[in-house]
């Protein structure tokens, strides 16, 4: 036996603690009328989760609870519970012995538990289907409840007999499914939501993070550069330096010659000549004539300094002219203050009504903004005054330079006439004066070297301080590695055969390149960087959650389909069985005929909305309402023998309760529950069919356990244990009980 016992405390009649032991496969229940037999069917169905108060005659909770009676004070709750035998594990539950209670209090609360344990009326439910058990259905069939699937409509019949052949956990698991697929595509809903939120926030921060990569491959590419132009520079220059140094040195040590030489000619040409007033003379014109030419050494090394810095400031002003008014720079304080004289502006336009005076306005912005940019006119300006300094210097040291040139050659030609004066007039000392002229124009070709050799000293100069200011401004913006520059891999002796102008093309190559920069912003952002790669990472985990809610979907939809396939062929395969019975029990009740269900589709029609039906009250044509999807239900054929009926509703009342218990048994025949309870489905039957009601009764109960309340005797011969339900002046239902094969006994 599955069930064992039922409980009952405080439920309606049954004041008092009552239980019910079912230890035979048939067990009758009987009692006269009104002693509250009826209130057992009725415990079955609140145990086992039934919700509707209308089917356990009632109106609320309350209604279940024991009210009370003169002798008996009412009860604060109403509980029932019920135990089954699971050592064959009826229950998907690891107990050998399986309890399920309910109880209600005055309140309306419902407690259910399971072997003691507290549990959800869902938890109850689940355990229940497995089991083919409901709260509800066709194998609980309470008093005048056994036309109920006559009655009932196509749509209702289908689903009782779906839960007749244990479906109901497939229709559980399909809601469950559906209600899953409904939260999951709210929840992909939700995360495109959020996806679609970033997403312009993600698309600007990876242009940001592209101009810091693009910032960081041209710092990159500057820094090689940079290292490549200073190697280079830095090779250039010592080999110059070096060249320079070594040139002077022969010009130098042979002016020193010379000048021994010369002044030792000068003696001599003094000791013959110093009667002579000639010969003071050329000695004075050799002396102003060496200041000159001092002179001009000096101006013409200040003339090549100040053409070197000429051509630094021209670089210069060169790369400020190539980047242009982007390169210029604006005091913040000045531009706060044009936006706060531009946004009193913009206020008084926003409170104005007058579109003139609106417009007017506007042109005072324009104004602002003009005459602020005119008082702009970028950075270059500095730099060209600087310049025009240095040319004005250069003109007024070159002009000078040239009249002492001038000097010079007027000096050279009078100390050249001197010399053909004393040549024609004097013979002695001739040779003297010949050597001084000739060491004389020796100096003045070697003193043109030298000077030209100053010249370059000096613009030497010039570019080693241009290459200093280059590697200080190149660590600030590259960093102090460019320091390193020193251990660049470059061809010396490349560089020093290559001509000057390659390398002013790689200065100006690296000055392009640092205003780019400059655009960039100048190198990467830590901030920018951190914040993209966090939504990014919130971005890829949103589209993995799609992707997984999506998967989930199509998991569910798959299942769904599963479930509707396998309930569609485990509903048709229970229809035929069902159908085999039917016309079995049927011929057997009747003694013939034939009896059928049968498939049929129904399509119903929407529902008019609240605002259709008040357009048709209102006089206003509503729209032709939709079809809904179609709904399969059951109908039921009888052919009764020499009896021509065409309708269920032709069948007299005898009739009508012979086909529901024929039809009731074929369904609980087809998926046996564990117990099926039956209250006076009997009590229309007369003495023969009440007989062949005892047989199929029997034939049931082999398969399951029968609970039977009845007036009928030959259903009470067939029962193995006897309760009987009274009731005493205090409205309290009490129990008693005898075993059949007692009570035979005894009569005996």
Do not use: C
């Amino acid at each position: 036996m599955q069930l064992k016992s039922l409980e009952l405390f405080g439920f309606k009649s049954f004041a008092k603690k009552t239980s019910l032991d079912f230890a035979s496969s048939i067990t009758a229940i009987v009692g006269p009328n009104g002693s509250g037999k009826s209130n057992v069917a009725e415990a079955f169905r609140f145990v086992l989760g039934e919700q509707s108060m209308k089917s356990m005659r009632g109106r609320r909770g309350e209604d279940l609870i024991w009210n009370g009676s003169k002798a008996v004070p009412r009860a604060g709750r109403a509980g029932v519970k019920i135990i089954f035998d699971n050592k064959n594990k009826l229950f998907n539950i690891d107990f050998d012995e399986v309890s399920i209670e309910r109880v209600v209090h005055r309140d309306g609360i419902n407690e259910y538990s399971v072997n003691g344990s507290q549990v959800r009326l869902r938890d109850i439910f689940e355990l229940l289907a497995k089991a083919n058990i409901g709260a509800s259905g066709h194998h609980i069939i309470s008093q005048g409840e056994a036309d109920r699937i006559l009655s009932a409509n196509a749509r209702e019949r289908r689903e009782m007999i779906e839960d007749a052949l244990g479906l109901k956990i497939y229709h559980y698991k399909r809601d469950e499914s559906i209600k899953k697929l409904g939260k999951t595509r709210e929840n992909i809903s939700h995360v495109e939501s959020l996806r679609k939120e970033i997403t312009p926030h993600l698309r600007f921060l990876e242009k940001q993070v592209e101009k810091i990569e693009k910032a960081k491959t041209m710092r990159e590419d500057l820094k090689e550069r940079y290292l490549d132009y200073l190697k280079r520079e830095s090779l250039y220059l010592a080999h110059a330096k070096k060249e320079l140094g070594a040139a002077r040195k022969e010009p130098e040590h042979e002016l020193s010659r010379i000048g021994k030489e010369l002044e030792h000619a000068k003696k001599i040409l003094a000791s013959s000549r110093e009667s002579d007033g000639r010969g003071k003379e050329i000695i004075s014109l050799e002396e102003e004539l060496s200041g000159v030419r001092s002179r001009k050494e000096k101006l013409t090394r200040e003339l090549g300094q100040i053409e070197g810095e000429l051509r630094a400031e021209e670089r210069r002003i060169k790369a400020a002219k190539a980047a242009g008014e982007e390169g210029a720079t604006v005091p913040l304080k000045d531009v706060r203050a044009v936006y706060e004289e531009a946004k009193e502006y913009f206020k008084k336009a926003a409170a104005e009504q007058d579109l003139s005076a609106i417009k007017k306005l506007i042109s005072s912005v324009q104004d602002l903004l003009s005459s602020f940019l005119a008082r702009r006119p970028g950075s270059a300006t500095l730099d060209e005054s600087v310049l025009q300094e240095l040319q004005a210097k250069h003109t007024e040291i070159d002009a000078e330079l040239g009249s002492v040139r001038k000097s010079e050659s007027t000096l050279t030609a009078r100390y050249h006439a001197l010399e053909s004066e004393l040549e024609a007039a004097q013979t002695k000392g001739r040779d003297a004066e010949r050597k001084v002229f000739e060491l004389m124009n020796e100096e003045t070709v070697l003193r043109g070297t030298l000077s030209g050799l100053l010249q370059q000293e000096a613009l030497l100069l010039r570019e080693e301080e241009d290459f200093k200011r280059e590697v200080a401004e190149g660590a600030i913006l590259i960093g102090r590695e460019l320091m390193e520059y020193a251990h660049t891999n470059v061809d010396e002796a490349q560089v020093l055969q290559e001509e000057r102008k390659a390398q002013e093309e790689r200065r100006r190559g690296l000055e392009k390149l640092k205003i780019r920069l400059e655009e960039f912003g100048g190198g990467s952002s830590e901030e920018v960087l951190k914040e993209h790669r966090e939504v990014k990472e919130r971005d890829e985990f949103l589209a993995k959650e799609i992707l997984d809610l999506n998967q989930s979907a199509e998991s569910l939809e798959q299942l769904i389909d599963e479930l509707d396939v396998e309930l569609k062929r485990q509903f048709e395969a229970g229809m035929k069985k069902i159908n085999e019975e039917f016309e079995r029990f049927f011929r057997v009740m009747f003694g013939g005929g034939s009896a059928s269900l049968s498939v049929v589709v129904e399509r119903r029609r929407k529902r008019a909305s609240s605002d259709s039906e008040l357009e048709m009250l209102q006089g206003v044509p509503a729209e032709e309402e939709e079809e809904a999807e179609p709904e399969e239900g059951i109908e039921i054929s009888v052919n009764l023998p020499h009896k021509r009926i065409k309708g269920l509703e032709m069948l007299s009342g005898g009739e009508r309760a012979l086909t529901s218990i024929a039809l009731i048994f074929a369904m609980s025949q087809v998926n046996p529950p564990p117990f099926l309870i039956l209250d006076e489905t009997d009590a229309a039957l007369d003495e023969a069919n009440s007989r062949r009601y005892g047989d199929m009764i029997e034939n049931l109960s082999k398969k399951s356990q029968l609970i039977l309340i009845t007036h009928n005797r030959e259903t009470m011969s067939r029962a193995g244990i006897l309760y009987g339900v009274t009731m005493g002046s205090d409205g309290v239902s009490k129990l008693l009980s005898v075993k059949f094969e007692e009570a035979v006994a005894v009569a005996k």
